[in-house]
């Protein structure tokens, strides 16, 4: 199941890069079909994952499902390893789901040269997917590199007017940080003999010496934390946002932005336990910093992407925090986090996208204000995308960042609890920081007397007809219902991810090895 | 005095090489000159193939693989000169295999040529006369023959370079080559000529013997003299930095096909020199890997950094082409090292020779069908400066942009090969290639060289880069702005149509790329000596 | 006769042409500076040969290979020198400039 996973859109990839060019409509239709059977196979993965030990995940550190092991590159012991738990999962299907709601956006914008892009979007799954189920070092990272040119091309063909240089300052970023990551993954090769994740995982840094695994975690710490993005390593991300087109931006953040925490998740905690247990704090530190940073730098932003882009960083701080406290709360609240940024950061840039095709600018300046009273449903669910976002109890931002502060205020032992405690204090404020933005934000753009902006011409000027489509509502919709619920209902994810986390927490991380 | 007995089996591939030629050069003096372009390269192209055919078929076959050996007497082991071994047979596999791909490229040139400037035997003839050398490098043992082949790889190329008939460049370019080729074959030979006094053999095996003995001759400061000017001759031809400084000029002057044959199956015949002396030779001289391995990162550094300022599209192939031999040598620096996985370097190496060869041809065969027939046109597009210098016309990183709107499967796989070259997904293979150089690095600790590595592929995929980005580019306003003196300067892009033999080959190798990178034991799996970790 | 005596001829020989190789302009000189350099290390072989007394003469078998190799190299050298005579009019070395690094000084 999971070769027909990964299989569906990298066939649909190659099948669209061949695709006769000047064909509009059925490019667009065959991508749709593609991106759905990859999230009706994703999905049939969840029974699945029950296992034939009924479940029972304690005891090891990595327990996947749906495996898949073949030899491939067998000179260098690189095997074709993938499996899926409950770690994985949930990101699998935000990645499927994002990338079908993606495809549907083709119908509200349409991008010329439709089969490239939408082979392009396809590539991009691929590499997504194969980060989330590989089970094998070089495959972790072929795939994770895989996400590179398409994203490049993205960005630099269908994107904005400043879009080569922030597609270039993108792809030299992350590559400078693939590289540091290719070098902590050799090394641990070259410190154990294998590249394969469940075999490193059950070992949990046994063999490997303390200066070994402080320099193999340096170096994978540089390379997620680019990918993350963690701060000060993260400003290749708001010009990549201004510049990239809406979906572009949507799996930017929605699915790119997971692969780096997945990454630490996965591979370096488990893998180098000792490493992680001395670099925790820094990463702590880091993360709560970018979290007071960047809600500082939202609040002074004047234009939407690059405010979202932001408090892109912002979340990401409190996914980090977690993961820095080695406990399973924290990690918990990491993925759930992880899986709301996802979905409330897709929702949002989808938002600013349908923003941005009206009034042909993302500057608020120009924007005016009262955009509820002039197209009621937008302003509603932009509203909503935002009052998530800065974690209002009850949708799904707020699971997240409360169970990472409460994690910070009880790390595990061996790690500085005052200083965790301290960071916990100042990670709150930031969560207050970050409600002042958004609120700032909607006083500006969305509630308020009606003033039209300067330099913008909406059709229709305050008629229903420039409202949301039914297309557009097709793609808000789910994220909408989705966010509500998790909110609601936090075990969704959490039933899944519990049982893996406290595998990891208990075999690897606890120290008593 | 008994007659040394001859193997003819193991020299099955050179036999069916010589008797291409043979029948090449019959072939030119009785066929009309229209037949003649396309004959004999494609002629010349099969031979080839059937050349590595009958390599691949004798490696691992039954028989002996060595030729031309020594009585076995006095108790010493049999010597052989040539031995088609495991290593010899990939090899000239992939040598033979990047000769036929030139060649066809070489016939796409020659029938594109329609007054006939080009003389189309010749022209095949001393490509087939190099393609020999490089498979007797390949196989040699004995210091003897690894110089004939080295010179019949290289003498014939001063030909090949200087074909560019009606320009300028040609005859330059040649005689760049030939005096630094020369020159270097002195110095090897005055090394070659002081470990012969030193040891009183010129077979591999036995120098290896000699030089390990403890307490003798290695020791002495004459043996590493000897090996440095041994190893200087040898980079020279694969283009290490600061032996590099005749191949851009050269690429340049050279036509495509031969640039294309001078950095696949010239530099891979470097490295077979390497790899068959490097073992023998670093025993007696420790120091042998420490040049290497400093070589190789100054090669990959400065190769990258230079490449990154270039403007013409061959001159940046050939200065990529340095920074990739950087990457090439770094497994043999660790082959010549005393770690116990020394030999899987030589492995690694091998392995990524099978893909830089793959990247290249195809690199340069996107290039030759880009710049189309501009090649064989007879002079006058050389423009020249208010000083008098002539501006080298040739395709330029400029004159590709947006290649992919009239050409999208010719854009679609240069853009593949130059992601292969710079080892990013999703030219896989290319991948693969810089992770095994980079394991190979890490199991034979020589862990900076691997730092290095990444670090220059990340240098080198911003002009790697650049180049696939303005194939893709979105013309229109672009183009109109350039001046007109500008457009004939920079070289205009010819008719619609790419010749169709080229388009089959790119379509060829770009295939192989793509299908070996999501199957990489087809290629990398099939290098010998690579073994995994701990065995 | 001691080995010195052919080396160091030999070694004279190889300077000789090494000086000849970097100093002289015209490209006919350079050749004949590199003729020399192989022939300087054709006697250093033999020398070597005849010292060790070596059983397969390996050392003058090497000498006869690079007598034919420089013969080669010089008779197309020598062609080529032709062809860029019969195009540029200059043999002198400095003036071909053709292929140098772009926006580099001379």
């Known amino acids: ?513 | 005095m008994t007659v040394q007995s001859i193997t003819w089996a193991p020299l099955a591939p050179v036999l069916v090489l010589v008797a291409g030629l043979v029948f090449v050069l019959l072939a030119d003096l009785m066929l009309p000159l229209g037949v003649r372009r396309m004959v004999l390269p494609a002629v010349s192209a099969v031979t080839c193939l059937g050349a590595a055919g009958s390599a691949a078929w004798l490696r691992g076959g039954p028989g002996p693989p060595g030729t031309f050996c020594s009585s076995p007497g006095s108790g010493s082991a049999s010597r052989c000169a040539y031995v088609l071994g495991d290593t010899a047979g990939f090899l000239t596999v992939v040598l033979c295999l990047a000769a036929a791909a030139v060649l066809v490229l070489a016939l796409a040139q020659l029938r594109a040529d329609v007054e006939g400037v080009t003389p189309a035997g010749e022209y095949c003839l001393v490509l087939l006369a190099a393609t020999i050398g490089a498979v007797i490098v390949a196989g040699s043992r004995d210091l003897i023959t690894l110089v004939v082949g080295l010179e019949t790889l290289t003498v014939p190329l001063y030909a090949a370079v200087a074909f560019r008939r009606g320009s300028n460049a040609g005859p330059e370019a040649a005689l760049t080559l030939l005096v630094v080729s020369v020159t270097s074959t002195a110095l090897m030979l005055l090394g070659i000529g002081f470990l012969y006094g030193l040891t009183g053999t010129m077979h591999v095996d036995a120098l290896a013997e000699v030089l390990t003995a403890g307490g003798g001759v290695g020791d002495l400061a004459l043996a590493d003299v000897a090996v440095v000017l041994l190893l200087a001759g040898l980079a020279f031809k694969v283009g290490a930095v600061p032996f590099h400084v005749w191949a851009p000029s050269t690429y340049q002057g050279a036509p495509i096909p031969v640039a294309a044959y001078l950095s696949s199956v010239s530099k891979a015949g470097g490295i077979a020199g390497l790899i068959v002396v490097l073992p023998a030779v670093s025993a007696g001289s420790p120091a042998a890997a420490t040049w290497i391995a400093l070589l190789a990162a100054v090669s990959m550094t400065v190769g990258n950094l230079v490449a990154m300022r270039q403007r013409h599209l061959v001159r940046l192939l050939a200065w990529s082409g340095i920074a990739q031999t950087g990457y090439l040598l770094v497994g043999l620096a660790v082959l010549s090292g005393r770690s116990d996985q020394a030999l899987s370097g030589a492995g690694a190496t091998l392995a990524y020779l099978a893909v830089y060869v793959l990247m290249t041809v195809g690199a340069f065969a996107c290039v030759a069908a880009i710049n189309g027939t501009s090649d064989t046109v007879a002079t006058s597009d050389t423009a020249t400066t208010d000083t008098g210098r002539a501006v080298s016309e040739g395709p330029s990183v400029e004159s590709v942009r947006g290649l992919a709107t009239e050409h999208p499967r010719i854009a679609a796989a240069f853009a593949l090969f130059l992601i292969g070259l710079a080892g990013l997904p999703p030219a896989l293979l290319g991948l693969f290639g810089k992770v095994v150089v980079v394991r190979a690095a890490f199991t034979g600790d020589a862990g900076w060289l691997g730092i290095l590595v990444a670090l220059n592929t990340v240098l080198a995929f911003v002009y790697y880069l650049r180049v696939a980005a303005a194939l893709f580019a979105r013309t229109g306003a672009a183009k109109e702005s350039a001046s007109p003196l500008a457009t004939t300067l920079v070289g205009a892009r010819p008719g619609r149509s790419v010749p169709a033999a080229m388009g089959v080959l790119v379509a060829a190798l770009a295939l192989a790329a793509l299908v070996a990178g999501f199957w990489p034991d087809l290629i990398i799996g099939a290098a010998p000596l690579l073994s995994p970790f701990g065995e | 006769m001691h080995l010195l005596y052919p080396l160091i001829v030999s070694a004279g020989l190889f300077s000789i042409g090494v000086y000849g190789l970097l100093a002289r302009r015209n490209v006919v000189l350079v050749l004949m500076s590199v003729e020399l350099m192989l022939a300087a290390v054709s006697l250093n072989l033999v020398a070597f040969d005849v010292w060790l007394a070596d059983v397969l003469r390996s050392g003058q078998v090497l000498a006869l290979m690079v007598i034919a190799i420089a013969a080669a190299e010089v008779g197309l050298g020598l062609a080529i020198v032709l062809q860029l005579f019969r195009q540029r009019a200059t043999s002198a070395i400095d003036d071909l400039d053709t292929l140098i690094e772009p926006d580099s000084q001379r």
């Open chain 1, 1 to 513: 199941m999971s070769l027909v996973v990964l299989g569906l859109p990298l066939l649909g990839c190659l099948v669209l890069a061949l695709w006769p060019p000047g064909a509009d409509l059925s490019p667009r239709i065959f991508g749709t079909v593609i991106a759905a059977a990859t999230l009706l196979a994703a999905l049939f993965m969840l029974p699945g994952l029950r296992g034939d030990d009924g479940g029972a995940d304690t005891g090891r550190a990595l327990n996947p499902r749906h495996e898949v092991d073949l030899p491939w590159l067998s000179v260098i012991d690189v095997r074709l390893h993938l499996g899926v738990d409950g770690i994985s999962l949930p990101l699998i299907l935000l990645t499927a789901l994002l990338t079908l709601l993606g495809m549907v956006h083709n119908w509200v914008e349409r991008p010329d040269r439709p089969a490239l892009f939408c082979s392009l979007v396809l590539l991009l799954e691929v590499g997504a997917l194969g980060t989330f189920m590989a089970l094998d070092l070089v495959l972790f990272f072929a795939a994770f590199e895989v996400v590179l040119i398409p994203m490049y091309f993205l960005i630099s063909r269908w994107g904005g007017p400043g879009a080569a240089a922030a597609a270039l300052k993108f792809a030299v970023y992350t590559l400078a940080g693939s590289a540091a990551l290719l070098i902590g993954l050799v090394f641990i090769y070259a410190s154990t003999g294998s590249f394969d994740l469940v075999e490193l995982s059950e070992r949990g840094g046994a063999g490997i010496s303390t200066a070994v695994q402080l320099a193999a975690f340096g170096a994978l710490f540089v390379g997620f934390a680019v990918k993350s993005p963690l701060w000060p390593l993260h400003t290749w991300l708001p010009p990549a946002h201004t510049e990239a087109p809406t979906v572009g931006s949507v799996l930017l953040a929605g699915v790119q932005l997971k692969m780096g925490t997945y990454g630490l998740v996965r591979i370096a905690l488990p893998v180098l336990p000792e490493g992680a247990r001395a670099l925790a704090p820094i990463l702590a530190v880091l993360a709560v910093t970018g979290i007071v940073v960047a809600a500082l730098a939202c609040y002074t932003q004047n234009e939407l992407k690059r405010l979202i882009a932001y408090s892109s960083v912002g979340h990401m701080g409190f996914v980090l925090l977690g993961v820095s406290t080695l406990t399973t709360v924290g990690i918990n609240a990491a993925l759930l986090a992880n899986v709301a940024h996802g979905l409330i950061t897709g929702l949002l840039f989808f938002l600013v996208g349908a923003v941005k095709s009206r009034f042909h600018t993302g500057e608020l300046d120009e924007l005016g204000s009262g955009l509820w009273a002039r197209l009621p449903r937008l302003g509603f669910v932009l509203v909503f995308a935002c009052v998530a976002s800065l974690g209002l109890p009850g949708l799904a931002g707020f699971w997240g960042e409360a169970m990472a502060v409460y994690a910070a205020l009880h790390p595990a032992v061996g790690l500085p609890g005052p200083l965790f405690g301290v960071l916990a204090v100042v990670a709150a404020a930031g969560a207050v920081l970050t409600a002042v933005y958004f609120l700032r934000l909607l006083r500006r753009l969305v509630v308020g007397p009606v003033v039209v902006g300067a330099g913008h011409r909406v059709q229709g000027a305050g008629s229903r007809t420039a409202d949301i489509w039914v297309t557009e509502r097709v793609v808000h919709v789910p994220l909408l219902l989705l966010t509500l619920a998790l909110g609601l209902y936090p075990a969704v994810v959490l039933g899944l991810t519990e049982g893996p986390v406290a595998g990891l927490v208990e075999a690897v991380l606890a120290p008593s090895r």
